[in-house]
């Protein structure tokens, strides 16, 4: 009796407590209910067999784990995650999805059902959906994360019974490419950058592609997305080097950003190796201009340009620049800004001569942040060092200086 008991205990456990990720890893959950033993069978040998053939042939079996869940457990989390992504916003609902997250220490749920009906011969029919934890981002980002798993989610899949093998292949070889593409993505909101290149790389290398000719719309997009995130991707480790004084991996991962496509960021931080590194101020200024050509509405190439300009000592064009930057503003527009005066003080440690950069700084804490006080110190500092050399700034610093005094009623 006490053994009947214990395997009871047992079994009772094994059948409620989900299972638990390992850590440092992607935990994927399947949680699929199945009508009868034969489909559990496929969805475990055939489906969850697949993608974990896929993992290891990809040489991801250390970063990602697949956990297959039994009957009781797929239609329990089933129904909490389906009732979370209809109400997101519900006390209970949030909250029975904070348990399975924390349960499981997983990030990719695929939940759903798989039956079998009569249409022209015996036919499976999946209806798939998925779940991905992500570190949290502002609306516009959940809207483009949504965008992407909908260019490469098939949410129903259906196959005739006899070619089910291959059926349930091609279905898992279609959530693998999902898993890669999305799991990268949420990767790279998450920080994790390395991890998403890795996932991302793989991906782009991935002969699913080559099974389609020519390739439908949506895998289409992909390929090209994947262009611009392969390159954003080694440019954000190549400004991650950068910051940690390591030039040489700096320079092949930005190499390789530059081989895969021009971005934005890669040309902003060439720049700053070409000014810093390189002493080339010129061929700088000549690399932001091209910048300019992918910066949308980011105001950041501006900042840079005024500043080369400045210290080329080219000051009615860059003033005609700075006039610009407190014309204009765009989003994250601040961290710019601290960024640039980090900068300008730096430079100014290392070349004292260089005391334009005080006329820089005192118009920027003028026009752009209203701090007055500081404004009028650097003006001061900049007229206190300046002679016949900088009469165009000198004229313009007096009169700033004086219209500060009057605000400040000094």
Same mark, same amino acid.
């Given at each position: ?44 040998? !055939? ?35 389906? @009732? ?10 949030? #909250? %029975? ?75 898992? !070889? ?52 994947? /262009? ?15 910051? @940690? ?28 190796? =070409? ?5 080339? %101020? ?15 509405? !980011? ?33 994250? =527009? ?50 206190? #060092? ?11 610093? /007096? ?12």
């Amino acid at each position: 009796m006490p053994v009947f008991i214990g395997w009871f205990v047992f079994w009772l456990y094994r059948k409620n407590i989900l299972p638990k990720n390992s850590k440092n890893k992607i935990g994927l959950v399947i949680c699929i209910n199945a009508e009868n033993d034969k489909q559990k069978i496929r969805i475990k040998n !055939d489906f969850a067999g697949r993608l974990d053939k896929l993992i290891l042939g990809n040489n991801l079996g250390k970063i990602v784990n697949i956990i297959l869940l039994n009957s009781y457990q797929a239609e329990r989390v089933s129904k909490v995650l389906d @009732q979370y992504v209809k109400n997101k916003h519900g006390k209970e609902e949030l #909250k %029975s999805w904070n348990v399975i997250k924390k349960s499981t220490r997983s990030h990719f749920f695929i939940y759903g059902n798989i039956k079998e009906r009569q249409d022209m011969g015996n036919k499976y029919f999946l209806d798939l959906e998925a779940l991905v934890v992500h570190a949290p981002v502002n609306v516009l980002v959940k809207k483009q994360i949504k965008k992407e798993f909908l260019s490469v989610w098939y949410k129903q899949i259906s196959f005739q019974e006899k070619i089910e093998f291959k059926g349930f292949e091609f279905t898992a !070889d279609s959530i693998f490419v999902a898993v890669e593409y999305i799991g990268g993505i949420a990767a790279l909101v998450s920080g994790d950058i390395e991890l998403a290149l890795k996932l991302h790389n793989n991906l782009n290398n991935n002969p699913y592609f080559q099974k389609f000719t020519p390739l439908p719309p949506n895998l289409k997009y992909v390929k090209e997305k994947l /262009k611009s995130l392969l390159a954003e991707e080694n440019y954000l480790i190549a400004r991650y080097h950068y910051k @940690q004084d390591n030039l040489e991996k700096c320079n092949n991962y930005l190499n390789q950003s530059f081989l895969i496509q021009q971005s934005y960021g890669a040309l902003l931080l060439r720049s700053i190796i =070409e000014f810093c590194n390189e002493n080339n %101020s010129e061929k700088a200024l000549n690399t932001i201009y091209e910048s300019k050509k992918l910066a949308k509405n !980011d105001g950041t190439w501006r900042y840079s340009e005024g500043f080369l300009l400045m210290y080329l000592e080219k000051y009615d064009k860059a003033v005609k620049v700075y006039r610009k930057i407190i014309e204009n503003s765009y989003p994250g =527009e601040e961290s710019t800004l601290k960024e640039v005066y980090d900068f300008n003080e730096n430079i100014l440690k290392n070349n004292p001569e260089k005391i334009q950069l005080f006329f820089v700084l005192g118009y920027l804490k003028y026009k752009k942040d209203s701090n007055y006080p500081e404004a009028y110190d650097y003006f001061e500092k900049f007229l206190t #060092k300046a002679n016949n050399k900088y009469d165009f700034l000198i004229e313009k610093a /007096k009169s700033y200086k004086a219209e500060l005094e009057q605000k400040m009623k000094i």
